[in-house]
């Protein structure tokens, strides 16, 4: 009835017979956004696979719902830290799985496009760090105009817009022009 139900709500069902089943799907490549597990699947302790699903770090964003016959709120308690993020009793009524489940799908929506923001952003702060266009240099004593028109030295400069670090040296050509001095 829950396969039947989802597919005529628009949701792609990947059905497991058991725990070792559904942790095997979870690590595919593309594994669901959503689960919905039972707390008494064969061949996983308790809630054992909500821990091992929240410990793992490319599966942190996957919603689950525990759908369960145990009804006392020790259980519940236990479902949640566990991982769970939702808790269903069984029987349940269907128009309320629905509701969870598009909330569900709106969390994982928003943590997806989270996520995508946070990449954006660290890309931008990369490309900030980059030196790019036309930096004007003095010809002679090699320093560098800034945005608010001072003259600074290139090294104190380049650290301030990169990520560059310095250590000083003198080249052969000035340790024999300089050497006599």
């Known amino acids: ?76 308690i236990t479902g949640l830290e566990s991982g769970a993020d939702d808790y269903i009793v069984k029987p349940f009524d269907w128009d309320e799985l629905k509701a969870r489940l598009r909330f569900g799908n709106s969390f994982v929506t928003l943590q997806q496009a989270l996520g995508a923001r946070v990449n954006e952003l660290q890309q931008a702060l990369s490309s900030v760090r980059a030196l790019r266009g036309l930096l004007p240099i003095c010809a002679y004593c090699k320093r560098i105009r800034d945005d608010k028109d001072y003259w600074l030295q290139i090294e104190h400069y380049l650290s301030e817009h990169s990520d560059a670090r310095f250590s000083h040296g003198i080249c052969p050509e000035c340790l024999l022009k300089h050497a006599d001095e």
């Open 1 to 76: 009835a829950l396969r039947a139900f989802l597919a005529k709500w628009e949701y792609v069902v990947v059905e497991c017979a058991d725990g070792p089943a559904a942790w095997q799907v979870m690590r595919e490549p593309s594994p669901p956004p959503m689960a919905i597990m039972d707390w008494n699947m064969p061949g996983v302790d308790r809630p054992a696979l909500c821990q091992e699903v929240r410990e793992t770090p490319a599966l942190s964003g996957m919603y689950i719902i525990l759908l369960t016959s145990n009804a006392s709120k020790q259980d519940m």
